[in-house]
């Protein structure tokens, strides 16, 4: 089943410049489509998660527009979800 990942500009030099990845594969979770992500942009993978494989507190990731924070990486995944992923910004 595919999914769609949206990068925002700030990890786009890890997407090879694309601000949408499409991937194909099963996954039942999260954890699982991140992983047919990192399979074609692995880059991407150290900002996303830390070494223990959580979600970085500064990122958030939304499917079908929902946060997945409380769920972490065993959130669910239905066929053809869309995956953005959301750093914080900070600046001054």
């Given at each position: 089943?595919?999914?769609?990942?949206?990068?925002p500009g700030a990890?786009?030099?890890?997407?090879?410049?694309?601000?949408?990845?499409?991937?194909?594969?099963?996954?039942?979770?999260?954890?699982?489509?991140?992983?047919?992500?990192w399979r074609e942009?692995?880059?991407?993978?150290?900002?996303?998660?830390?070494?223990?494989?959580?979600?970085?507190?500064?990122?958030?990731?939304?499917?079908?527009?929902?946060?997945?924070?409380?769920?972490?990486?065993?959130?669910?995944?239905?066929?053809?979800a869309e995956i953005?992923?959301?750093?914080?910004?900070?600046?001054?």
């Amino acid at each position: 089943m595919p999914f769609v990942f949206v990068i925002p500009g700030a990890l786009q030099a890890h997407s090879g410049g694309r601000s949408e990845v499409r991937v194909d594969g099963d996954a039942a979770t999260v954890d699982a489509a991140l992983t047919l992500l990192w399979r074609e942009c692995p880059g991407l993978r150290d900002r996303v998660l830390t070494e223990r494989h959580e979600i970085r507190p500064h990122v958030n990731v939304f499917v079908d527009g929902t946060n997945v924070r409380a769920a972490g990486l065993a959130a669910p995944l239905r066929n053809h979800a869309e995956i953005i992923i959301v750093p914080a910004v900070s600046g001054g």
